[in-house]
């Protein structure tokens, strides 16, 4: 079984500084894992995966995320806020060759100050 | 590529009536829907799996007779909220497993239903 912990359901940055929202993972199976950004009413929004390519996931609008099997974790980083980053964030899991479900952390809402 | 539309965006039914919620996959065959719920300011639950030309499959505790969910084509699956009461009024957002190289999810853009 597969599950997601995101530490901080409430992060908040100033403009132009460093976005870091933290996703640790539990998998019995190796993991695909995911970011999502959810603006409100609205779907959700792929920011980027890890599909057991390369650790160093590069998305879009700047973010990126790091795979580190040795600490389960999967963060979410940007190096410059903007406003437009205000949203709630998503980190999710699912299981290489098995059950497709896809499972999601509690979310973090991002907070941009101006 | 690999876009999903939801409808409607939003709908306000009265208690006791039903409502159906449609996700097609516009540009790829969905073989594989999951339809999840969303309270306010929590994260998404999913509700159930459907695979196309089958029964959907359930997760605990999600009441089947209650959210009937079709799936008859690889491009469309519809789910009903069955008689609804007001605390089915939520957020429901699909989502199609998109297979292959690019291997990820899709969502709907989700659906506000508010049941008074």
């Known amino acids: 079984a597969q599950s997601v912990t995101q530490l901080g359901s409430h992060v908040s940055v100033s403009e132009g500084a460093l976005v870091l929202l933290r996703c640790n993972y539990s998998?019995?199976?190796?993991?695909?894992l995911f970011w999502y950004v959810q603006y409100p009413n609205q779907g959700l929004q792929l920011l980027l995966k890890?599909?057991?390519?390369?650790?160093l996931v590069k998305g879009i609008n700047g973010f990126e995320a790091e795979f580190k099997k040795s600490e389960t974790s999967f963060h979410l980083t940007k190096p410059s806020a903007h406003m437009s980053d205000a949203a709630e964030y998503f980190c999710?899991?699912?299981?290489?060759?098995?059950?497709?479900?896809?499972?999601f952390g509690k979310g973090t809402k991002l907070t941009v100050n101006p | 590529g690999a876009v999903v539309s939801q409808h409607p965006s939003w709908v306000i039914c009265k208690s006791g009536t039903s409502v159906k919620i449609e996700c097609r996959s516009l540009?790829?065959?969905?073989?594989?829907m999951f339809w999840y719920r969303q309270f306010p300011k929590q994260s998404l639950m999913l509700m159930a799996t459907?695979?196309?030309?089958?029964?959907?499959?359930?997760e605990q505790g999600v009441e089947k007779d209650k959210f009937l969910i079709n799936h008859a084509s690889l491009t469309l699956s519809t789910l009903t909220v069955t008689s609804a009461h007001p605390e089915d009024s939520s957020f429901y957002i699909c989502?199609?497993?998109?297979?292959?190289?690019?291997?990820?999810?899709?969502f709907g853009s989700g659906t506000r239903l508010t049941v008074v």
């Open positions: 989502s199609a497993r998109i297979r292959g190289g690019n291997y990820g999810y899709t």
């Open positions: 998998s019995s199976v190796p993991p695909y």
């Open positions: 890890y599909t057991s390519a390369a650790t």
């Open positions: 999710a899991v699912s299981a290489q060759g098995g059950s497709e479900k896809l499972v």
């Open positions: 540009d790829f065959q969905a073989t594989t």
């Open positions: 459907s695979n196309e030309g089958s029964k959907a499959t359930y």
